[in-house]
Nanobody
Framework: QVQLVESGGGLVQAGGSLRLSCTASLRTFRASAMGWFRQPPGKEREFVAGIRWSDGRTDYADSVKGRFTISTDNAKITVYLQMNSLAPEDTALYYC????????????????WGQGTQVTVSS
């Protein structure tokens, strides 16, 4: 059984920063990769960032490159999303995701999801 719990969302002004956190509880094995997705109001869920545990490889959506950074703690049980230079277009419900099987594509194949944390950026 896997449970993902996100935190760190809130209301900020454009240009501000937030750091999201996600902790994964595993029965035996750690996740092979974790990622962040977001769903703006009235739109479909989209990939934001992902990280692979084995070598630390990361991937980012073009819309957040240079502004967002994904990272993990030393125990590799928590994943973070540092969000800088936030804009109103970043307003969305942000989800943490995890997987165990190998995949070279960090943008897909995440069977486990958190409940989401709301990020709202005002003009």
């Amino acid at each position: 059984q896997v449970q993902l719990v996100e935190s760190g969302g809130g209301l900020v002004q454009a240009g501000g920063s937030l750091r999201l956190s996600c902790t994964a509880s595993l029965r035996t094995f750690r996740a092979s990769a974790m990622g962040w997705f977001r769903q703006p109001p009235g739109k479909e869920r989209e990939f934001v960032a992902g990280i692979r545990w084995s070598d630390g490889r990361t991937d980012y959506a073009d819309s957040v490159k240079g502004r967002f950074t994904i990272s993990t703690d030393n125990a590799k049980i928590t994943v973070y999303l540092q969000m800088n230079s936030l804009a109103p277009e970043d307003t969305a419900l942000y989800y943490c995701a995890a997987r165990f099987g190998f995949s070279s594509d960090l943008r897909k194949n995440y069977p486990y999801w958190g409940q989401g944390t709301q990020v709202t950026v005002s003009s």
